[in-house]
């Protein structure tokens, strides 16, 4: 993977807990994918009991400067871009490329 300022500043404020909002367009990608417990809470450590990791493959992640931009876009992980954390100071664009 690879993060440019935005993203690493996203991911300082993330680690610690602490509100974020983006100063600047953020770009980063993951070649080989990754996982996260929800799609929607970020701070979940292991999926509900019966349910699957969130499993992607390669993908480039956006953060938008004004998250209202985000409005109106899929929240479901597929084939399309999607948002990842919606309504979270946290969310961003997830564009799988494989």
């Given at each position: 993977?690879?993060?440019?300022?935005t993203?690493?500043?996203?991911?300082?404020?993330?680690?610690?807990?602490?509100?974020?909002?983006?100063?600047?367009?953020?770009?980063?990608?993951?070649?080989?994918?990754?996982?996260?417990?929800?799609?929607?809470?970020?701070?979940?450590?292991?999926?509900?009991?019966?349910?699957?990791?969130?499993?992607?493959?390669?993908?480039?992640?956006?953060?938008?400067?004004?998250?209202?931009?985000?409005?109106?876009?899929?929240?479901e992980?597929?084939?399309?871009?999607?948002?990842?954390?919606?309504?979270?100071?946290?969310?961003?664009v997830?564009?799988?490329?494989?």
């Amino acid at each position: 993977g690879c993060f440019d300022k935005t993203w690493q500043e996203m991911f300082g404020a993330y680690m610690q807990k602490k509100p974020f909002k983006a100063k600047a367009t953020g770009l980063s990608y993951m070649l080989k994918g990754g996982q996260a417990a929800s799609n929607t809470d970020p701070f979940k450590m292991a999926p509900d009991s019966g349910q699957q990791w969130l499993t992607g493959g390669p993908h480039v992640m956006l953060i938008l400067a004004n998250a209202a931009d985000l409005k109106g876009m899929s929240t479901e992980p597929g084939g399309a871009p999607w948002v990842m954390w919606a309504g979270s100071p946290y969310a961003h664009v997830m564009m799988p490329v494989n």
